[in-house]
């Protein structure tokens, strides 16, 4: 069995686009979602692929979550081998002092590849201790300061067209270990 993880953007974000997960995971189940598991408040969710595409999949989630819960939310999925390269290939892990707080390195998961061109003009140099890399259509973020004080994503967002959805790397992780079938 295949399965996907679905990234919406922007639920339970303080006050906004509440979303409580275990009313979330029954009405997935009800709907003809199986194996759905959830991760945090954020919305992360993993479920079966039977049978559509990770996009189709992602639209039926977006629609439920409008429908049931008055929240319209782009939503993006990622396929098990998808999340795998993510992890493995981890751009900023290999530096001395960076991404090694897993609550400030994150992954823009984007729609599309970014405006390389265009984050080429960026002066990395004067966002510096942040730093980031692309890597196929996903941005590795390294904040050391925190999200709240972080100015690279902004810079970085510019460059970036269609939906996108971040995660800090823990989250990553927890996601990639849920897409991952029990062994025998």
Known sequence: MTRVALLPRGINLGA??????????????????TGVQTYLASGN??????GDDPDTVAERFRALVADRFGVDTPCLARLRDEVDATVAADP?????????????HSVTFCSAPPDLAGLATLDAAAYLPERFAVVGRDIHLW???GTRNARLPLAVGRFVAGVVSARNWRTVLALQ???????P
């Open 92 to 104: 900023l892990g290999g530096f001395p002092g960076v991404a090694d707080d897993p609550s400030r």
């Open 45 to 50: 969710v993993v479920v079966d692929l039977e």
């Open 143 to 145: 904040h050391p300061d």
């Open 16 to 33: 906004r686009n509440k979303v409580s997960m275990p009313v979330l995971r029954e009405a997935l189940a009800e709907t003809g979602f």
């Open 177 to 183: 270990r849920m897409l991952t079938p029990e062994a």
